[in-house]
């Protein structure tokens, strides 16, 4: 049993304690080309998010995980077999629900652990902060914490070599052998802004990758996943530790 794991912890541990943070990973349920499972999104969160925690706990850190929410933003990839999708108004209602319980019990710090690109959480902390004044609520997205490619070679950001390489590190069992794995080739759009990165518009996930992967996963190695995932709950460890001591009324300098 990990107390800092609420999924695993009990009412004897629970009746008399206090958390300075609470953790919400939010993943996606989605094909990640071939070889990789619908859930690695949230194998992913799981995993980042109880080792990061268990960095905070052995430096005193109070932090408590909260059970991954398995299903994200999927509304490019409706035709997609089996993906499941949560509009973004479900997820605000899913997480008001979660920040008034917090809020009541007097954990004023939640730290969302966002697992899926398709997500987006600033407009909804937005709203929520202003309901809630009390509350910090923080967003976290990991591909962002570290140089990716110092670690992986492959651009890409879909089951490509970063998200193989982790796989194959924590779950090599869900791993399909590599003769089946995709190229992760993926179309760009015909009008230059959207591919340069000022302008936006949701992509198509049938049209633009015949194995539903965006970036190559053929030199992934569970090596290189070990490695990322090594520095990466470091920096997320320190981090978790350093928002629970946090003074939330003097955070600027």
């Known amino acids: 049993m990990r107390p800092y794991i609420l999924a695993e912890?009990?009412?004897?541990?629970l009746k008399d304690a206090k958390f300075d943070l609470a953790i919400?990973?939010?993943?996606?349920?989605?094909?990640?080309?071939?070889?990789?499972?619908?859930?690695?999104?949230?194998i992913q969160a799981d995993h980042m998010v109880a080792e990061s925690a268990k960095v905070a706990w052995e430096?005193?850190?109070?932090?408590?995980?909260?059970?991954?929410?398995p299903f994200g933003v999927?509304?490019?990839?409706?035709?997609?077999?089996?993906?499941?999708?949560?509009?973004?108004?479900?997820?605000?209602?899913?997480?008001?629900?979660?920040?008034e319980v917090l809020n009541r019990q007097g954990?004023?710090?939640?730290?969302?652990?966002?697992?899926?690109?398709?997500?987006?959480?600033?407009?909804?902390?937005?709203?929520?902060?202003?309901?809630?004044?009390?509350?910090f609520?923080?967003?976290?997205?990991?591909?962002?914490?570290?140089?990716?490619?110092?670690y992986f070679e492959e651009k890409g950001d879909h089951a490509d070599e970063m998200e193989t390489s982790l796989m194959l590190y924590l779950r090599p069992d869900l791993v399909l052998p590599k003769d089946k794995w995709g190229d992760g080739k993926d179309k760009k759009y015909k009008i230059k802004a959207f591919s340069e990165g000022w302008m936006w518009a949701?992509?198509?996930?049938?049209?633009?990758?015949?194995?539903?992967?965006?970036?190559?996963?053929?030199?992934?190695?569970?090596?290189k996943g070990e490695h990322f995932f090594r520095d990466l709950t470091q920096k997320m460890g320190g981090l978790f530790y350093e928002i629970?001591?946090?003074?939330?009324?003097?955070?600027?300098?």
């Open 59 to 69: 430096k005193g850190g109070k932090v408590i995980v909260l059970p991954t929410i």
């Open 74 to 99: 999927n509304t490019g990839q409706s035709d997609i077999y089996l993906d499941i999708n949560l509009n973004p108004s479900t997820q605000l209602a899913m997480l008001t629900d979660i920040v």
């Open 107 to 135: 954990i004023y710090k939640l730290l969302i652990h966002n697992g899926h690109g398709g997500n987006n959480f600033k407009p909804l902390i937005r709203e929520l902060g202003l309901k809630f004044p009390k509350m």
């Open 202 to 223: 949701e992509r198509k996930w049938s049209e633009i990758s015949k194995d539903t992967g965006v970036g190559n996963p053929h030199k992934s190695t569970a090596e």
């Open 24 to 42: 919400l990973p939010w993943g996606a349920t989605e094909a990640h080309n071939y070889h990789l499972p619908y859930a690695t999104d949230n």
């Open 244 to 253: 629970c001591n946090a003074d939330v009324d003097d955070l600027y300098e």
């Open 137 to 150: 609520i923080s967003l976290s997205f990991f591909p962002g914490a570290l140089d990716k490619y110092s």
């Open 9 to 13: 912890t009990n009412w004897e541990t």
